[in-house]
């Protein structure tokens, strides 16, 4: 068994390798490695990172899109892929931080400490640890416990923002905690606990407000579970799985599943980028049109085409193109090579239409 994880791990491992740019399009978003090296960057090459290493969070992080003109250039040629780089807002107590890095490059652009208007979203950390404070606050435990007579194994907490109003800065960034009382049913926002509110403050992890402004009594868990399993009729009757489908279209399933396979067009792109050029090899079942499908397929996809041939001999046809883009380069990745495979067997069974003739008489009623 160890031996067969280790072998699996190698495999993984070879892969990851062997994905490099030539798999990657300037649009990708972030991977899982990608994000570990953002990480490492804005904590040990960052200024933010050297002076509060301990303290950062990071609020958001995402691709950060190329130029236009630099896409349009890699996609035209084969110009090497530009450069990958990430935006990352994060924070320490009290400041907001926006974050260029180049992930190609391993280099921070910039570091600026934002002084805008508003906040960054919440991590769930931050809520976590809120929700944690609450639950352990003495104030809190008496209303819910004494109070209210009710177990606080029980109580279940959610946090809530405040809301943000108009252009004037609000002090820290805090946050409400609400809480619920099941009572077996996994409804919690039909059960709120009325009256009790948690304010905390995120970025000095305390509570700083706490409300217990009156007492309701928790109502009963009727009729307010929304699973199937707990409704009755009309709206949890109960109904035998069925399976319903047209007569012509169970016919035309059988036709496809007795298919021969052996008919399906074959496609191939060889790259020529040495040469300027790619060569298209396409053997298929001869039909009217034939040729007219293939030259205005590959016109649409915004190739010329400079050199053509075409073999009908018996039932199949044997064609040959020399393609290359409207700027004069090959196809130069092997997603466009694929693209290029799937457009054109579209095309060529476009017009097919493979079946049997099938006449039915019978009494009208």
């Known amino acids: 068994m160890r031996t067969s994880i280790m072998l699996l791990s190698l495999v993984m491992v070879v892969l990851s390798l062997s994905v490099g ?3 990657l399009h300037p649009l990708d978003p972030l991977t899982s490695s990608d994000i570990s090296h953002v990480r490492e960057l804005v904590i040990l090459k960052s200024k933010l ?3 509060h290493m301990k303290n950062i969070t990071f609020q958001y992080m995402g691709f950060e899109a190329p130029e236009k003109e630099a896409v349009y250039q890699w996609k035209r040629c084969s110009s090497p892929l530009p450069p990958r780089m990430a935006f990352v807002i994060a924070r320490i107590p009290g400041e907001t ?4 890095l180049g992930i190609t490059s391993k280099t921070v652009v910039y570091d600026k400490v934002y002084h805008g208007f508003g906040y960054p979203i919440f991590t769930i950390e931050e809520q976590t640890k809120a929700i944690g404070l609450s639950m352990e606050y003495p104030p809190f435990i008496q209303s819910v416990k004494k109070n209210r007579g009710l177990d606080m194994k029980s109580v279940v907490c959610s946090t809530f923002s405040i809301g943000w109003f108009g252009e004037k800065k609000q002090g820290n960034r805090i946050i409400n905690v609400q809480c619920f009382y099941p009572n077996g049913t996994v409804n919690i926002y039909a059960m709120p606990i009325e009256g009790v509110t948690v304010v905390v403050d995120l970025d000095e ?3 700083v407000g706490f409300m217990d402004r009156l007492k309701i009594a928790m109502p009963e868990a009727k009729r307010i579970d929304y699973k199937r399993s707990r ?3 009309p709206f949890g009757l109960k109904t035998n799985p069925i399976s319903i489908y047209r007569e012509y279209e169970r016919v035309h399933s059988i036709l496809l599943e007795s298919r021969d396979d052996t008919t399906k067009p074959i496609v191939t792109v060889q790259n020529g980028v040495e040469k300027g050029y790619s060569v298209i090899n396409i053997k298929s079942k001869d039909r009217p049109k034939l040729l007219f499908d293939m030259i205005c397929t590959l016109t649409d996809m915004q190739y010329v085409v400079f050199h053509r041939s075409v073999d009908s001999g018996g039932p199949d046809a044997f064609q ?3 393609i290359r883009h409207m700027e ?5 990745s092997e997603a466009e090579r694929q693209r290029i495979i799937h457009c054109l067997e579209a095309a060529i069974e476009r017009r097919i239409f493979e079946g049997m003739r099938l006449e039915l008489c019978s009494c009208d009623r």
């Open 21 to 23: 740019e030539e798999g």
């Open 49 to 51: 990172g050297h002076l």
């Open 97 to 100: 931080h926006k974050l260029l």
């Open 205 to 207: 992890q305390k509570i």
């Open 231 to 233: 409704q009755k009729p």
């Open 320 to 322: 040959e193109y020399y």
């Open 328 to 332: 004069g380069c090959a196809v130069n």
